[in-house]
């Protein structure tokens, strides 16, 4: 029992951390043809993100071994069920990756308007879709004994739609500080105006998401049972406004770590809130997927639980240390040197 | 075609295209962190040279080998739902696993070796790239050990419906997993050598930077060589184990239908499986396929015959890739010999044929180990985990056919797409050869130490 737990809690984690990380990929990369005024200023946004966006995608990876390996039976019925939406972010991730690493490839305008596209529509896709499939996690989807009874359109129900909107403005908010952050000069002013602009959108969105959320799932169910857990969605509002502050004030290194904050809040909200399902079952709540009716043997979690509590902080350590090595703002010079060196 | 073969079609799809670029990386990986060890440790800039211009190929062929492999871990769930249910106890663990211990360090390393010229000192540098080997190598590991699992079920019990893990150590000491994981490793360090060696040999037939080819076509040789040697006594050992534990696919390996003992090894096998039965049977080497299989002349092999039609691996595919993938074997051993030692003297680049053999020898260890894998995959039919869990119980119950289609189209059209793009990328890089301009990428390499 206790296992199931330890797993519930990992997975949100690994949601939660995948988010905020590859969160500001996908901003900056919806961002990056609106926000760049010439080439160089391309070659810088696409720099901040370049060292590091692979390793932020594992998390990812790992994020669906764990589905697998902790929860075979969610793992089998989410993937199967939500086939259609998860093909396209698969397709959209691969243009993605093959985008940021193929568009330095060649000099040709045409070569690089392609895949400045690619960039955009593989940024802004994931984070949508995400959005949506959570959305619809919150929500339950419509399955029972004879299976699923739902479609690709039915998923784009309004609950959805306004959790990928959130979801959307979230990263975007979360991508323009990182930019604020990792530039310098006009780039970085118009990040961080940018950022201004849209987090009023997002606290709209965010106010709206909240309030629907009451009607539209059971997610509160939980926040009204047991008041302690409440500390989870104020902590989500106050890092969300903490973001604008810092900003304000011109901090947007601090404001960048209440965005992550943020992320993982907004996420951890949900996933609390889902306890103990992974995936409600709008039609009959004797079908919910639940950690305990969808999970491995605690033979299996307990030798997960190992690696995880081995491995997870080595992979944190050199991470963080990845990121110090690149903490530095990334200039024209880089960009000059990096031509030279690839 | 109904959901069922549509999903194969696609899994053979994807898989295939995906181990295009999963061997390079194995391989080349090894040969760029060699490189720049040599580098670090002699200061010939030469090496520094072959360092970045290997280390493009290499990244480029890294880039589709990261985004298709995504599709993997996907698909289990999307396609195969019954499998990943009834196995997932099991078999969710070495994936799992392979993500946090392995294609972490992997994906992360590979950002600081790209980007981390000027930022991190020469040794940490090469250390980079050796940590990016090693992850990958460890990668394949766990993969491998998971698809040993499915060839060769341990370390389980059936309960609660479906396959459930009883014994972790089993599951990873399992042989099967451990001699595919050596074959499949080899074959990436083969793939990496006949890539190295034929791009040289481009080059010095056009008698373009004749010391950095020479030098790069030596250590290519070299690993090839012994690459070449060891994946053709793993195999050897690789097939008995197949004999021991599958022994429908290893009769359809060899087209066996008669059981026998002492079987004789036939060179030349022409199979008719309508009749159930080979038309041809020709210089036949008495009783060394029972000793090649068991060690054991007199050993009985066991013939398709035993088995009822249904519990038959498709013949044609699995016999015609295992003899093309032997012959390529042999044809690899050969080549790399003479590769070895033509390389040793001065006269390489005057060996024309030679470098033109090398340069069309490159896709050839690329299609062995395609074969290879329609040999393991095709082989183990009807059987999706050998003996345990039938292929047709595996497929996803919420999927209608028309998915998969939509699915199927989409993932031909941008891989093809993707396959013309690395082509065009590879052909351009290699062509291009390797930077001139000395004084560019020293300074970049020195700026680090300052």
Redesign the interface.
Known sequence: MAFQIIWFVLWGVLWAVYFMLDGFDFGAGMLYNFISADETEKRIVT?TI??????N??W???A???T???F??T???????L??A??LV??S???R??SL??RE??DSPAWKKGWDIGIFLGSFLPALLFGVAFGNIFHGLPMDAD??HGSLLSLLNPYGLLTGALFVLLFLVHGAIYLAVKTSGGLAEKAAGLANKIWVVLLVVAVAFLAYTYFATNLYANYFSTYVLLIVPVLAVLSLLAIRLFAAKGQYLKSFFASCLTIVMVTSTGVIGLYPNLIPSSLDPNHSLTIFNSS??V??LK??TV??LI??PI?IA??IW?YR??RQKTTPLDIA??K??? | MDALALSRLQFAVTSMFHFIFVPLTLGLSILVAYMESRYVRTADETYLRMTKFWGKLFLINFALGIVTGITMEFQFGMNWAEYSKYVGDIFGAPLAIEATVAFFLESTFIGLWVFGWNKLSKRAHAVSIWLVAVATNLSALWILLANGWMQHPVGYTLRNNRAEMTDFVALVTNSYGWLKFFHTLLSGYVIAAFFVMGISAYHLLKRNDLNFFRRSFRTAATFGLLSSILIFLVGDFHAAEVAKTQPTKFAAMESVWETKQGADYNLIVVPDPANERNSVEAIGIPKLMSFLAFGNAQAEVKGLKEFTPAERPPLLPTFISFRLMIISGVLFVLLTIIAFFASRGDTLDSRTTLLTIMLYALPLPYLAAQFGWIVAEVGRQPWIVYGVLKTSDAVSKAVSPAQVWASLIGFTFLYGFLAVVDIYLLTKTAKKGPDSDLSAIIKTARTQEV
Do not use: C, D, R
């Open positions: 720099h370049a060292p590091v966006w692979n390793g995608e594992v990812l990876i790992t669906g071994g764990a697998f390996a902790a075979p039976t793992y089998a019925l989410m993937f199967s069920y086939y259609s998860l093909l698969l397709f991730l691969i243009v990756g093959v690493e193929f490839k060649s299976g699923y491995s043997s033979y299996t030798i997960m690696v995880a491995f997870v992979v050199y991470q990845t090595v690149f040197a990096e030279e060196s690839y």
